[in-house]
């Protein structure tokens, strides 16, 4: 009997293990099915682009901006039901939740990585029924940025 309750227990959590998703995990497993747009600027690309936006339309903050990857699903409930489902699971370890949103129909989730006070990845995720938007941004960004470019006032370090 014990081992039984062992054997379900190890069988339990593995299977919880199995289910949750990373952000790379949901990248992965989408950017490749029909009906999704998914782009990828690597740093060399946002080099390039940083000296092409001017300063007051935001430049400053492209220039700290390494690397960024947008998923997007779009008239596609099915999908947006599928991706929706495996994005609840996603992991947060190591996020801090700066948003959480569930109104009528939308979910917005934004998680942040920081090192000391430089905020270096943030992730928006957006669900709705027939409609999905996954996107990472990776960097040196403070808090001061995010509030200057979105209009939250609540982020720690930022007054």
């Known amino acids: 009997m014990k081992r039984a309750i062992i054997a379900f227990a190890c ?10 998703q990373t952000v790379d995990d949901l990248f992965k497993e989408f950017k490749n099915k029909e009906n999704v747009d998914y782009i990828e600027i690597p740093k ?3 080099s390039m682009a940083s000296g092409l936006v001017k300063k007051e339309d935001g430049g400053d903050l492209v220039k700290k901006i390494n690397h960024v990857r947008i998923l997007n699903i779009e008239d ?6 599928e991706f929706s489902l495996k994005a609840s699971n996603l992991k947060k370890k190591g996020y801090e939740e700066m948003v959480n ?4 129909n939308e979910k917005t989730l934004i998680l942040v990585k920081s090192k000391g ?10 669900t709705e029924p027939s409609e999905c938007s996954l996107v990472q941004l990776k960097g040196k960004l403070k808090p001061s940025d995010i509030h200057d ?10 007054n």
């Not at 069988?11 to 949750?20: D, E, G, I, K, Q």
């Open 76 to 81: 596609n409930p099915t999908l947006s039901q």
């Open 149 to 158: 470019l979105s209009g939250i006032t609540d982020i720690k370090g930022s």
């Open 44 to 46: 060399v690309m946002m």
């Open 11 to 20: 069988m339990l959590f593995c299977t919880m293990h199995l289910s949750a």
């Open 101 to 104: 949103s569930n109104e009528e």
């Open 117 to 126: 006070e430089a905020i270096s990845e943030m992730v928006i995720l957006v």
